[in-house]
């Protein structure tokens, strides 16, 4: 099918824009503890692990909250769950500055993962029942790109709140941008879903008002996903790890002060964006088969941690570069296992929650990866941190290249 389930173009991209701008926010309000962390353990004096573990509450509480918000996803009202789940973070953010020891801290963060898990799987089920597969991998992109954005806008505010007022402004700006979204969110978007819900054709409305499951998930489908799960988990460890250890790698391994440290950062969204746009074209036009693009882009990426384990240390640049590359490869297998497989899934009536099954295991692989790193790297070094990681890429490389045929089949 070409073009849109609705008439209007225009609300098509209002709706693509409304979903980029509460990703871009919800990245905001996520990232920017990650983001002044090496600073706050400089200006405060905590420790790396004691720091870190805000970090890893978040991912556990976020994967945790995804099954839940995916089982939900598909009985109550999506749209809502993102308004509440907006605020509850925006609320966060601002208690964050508030917090004398990183065990409050961690308490905090852990709320704000579960707030934070209330808005990807409602997003995509929004997404899919509203626009048809075209515009729905156009819609992922862009949705992408307000993550990209995100991560973007954190590390170049961050090191200027440091400059100006230390790490606590980061906070009280995000929160205050992840409000006002909430409440345009709230706004706009109820209007936009009763005219583009009105303009579907009869069949199709039909299908959304009954949401009947119309296929059963057979076994090969449980022992496929159980696959790709493990592949995912091990593209969370990647992603989050580099995005999270970045600054502080940069820094102790360069000599360089935080507030430049974390500005290196920026190359990792901005990189990411272009991954996006590769991917699904790569998806769409060369390597049909989901699983076996995410095996291209996963062994890419090992190749980038191979390289950084044997020439990284030697030059700065090729350093970022590395880290660059590998970080966004898994930001590509990340667009196609968590943002596209389950579009395949949707016949079962259970769309929303297995995109939240799915992303969940991004999380297990954030949480090990965030706390677990931090142990490896007091214990042994960043040589080792960078083992770690090429083993990470090398095992998901082989759980996609093992699902192939499998899913061609499922496909089929």
Known sequence: MTGSKTADRRDVGRLMLLCSLIYFC???TRLGYAAVMVEMIAAEGFTRAGASAAVTALFISYGTGQVLSGFLGDRLVPHKMIFFGMLVSSCMNLLIPLCP????MTAVWCINGFAQAMMWPPLVRIMAELLNEDDYKVAVTRVNWGSSMGTIVIYLLAPLCITLS?????????????????FVWIKLYPPLHDRMRHELTPTVRVGIVHAQPEEHLTRGDFALLGIMMIAIVMQGSLRDGINTWMPSYISEGFGLGSSIAILTSVALPIFNMAVFQITSWLNRKVIRNELACSAAIF???A?????????????????????TLGCGCMHGVNQILICNVPRFFQRTGKISLISGVLNSCTYVGS???TYGLALVTDAFGWSATVSVWCIAAALGTLCCAVCIRRW???KA
């Open 101 to 104: 020891t990183t065990l409050l």
């Open 408 to 410: 061609a089949g499922r």
């Open 303 to 323: 190749l980038a941690m191979i390289m950084l384990r044997t020439l990284g240390g030697r030059s700065l640049m090729l350093t970022v570069a590395c880290l």
């Open 166 to 182: 230390g790490w606590r402004m980061i906070f009280r700006i995000t929160a205050l941008m992840a409000a006002a979204a909430a």
């Open 367 to 369: 949480a090990l990866s």
């Open 26 to 28: 919800s990245y905001l």
């Open 299 to 301: 062994g890419t990426g």
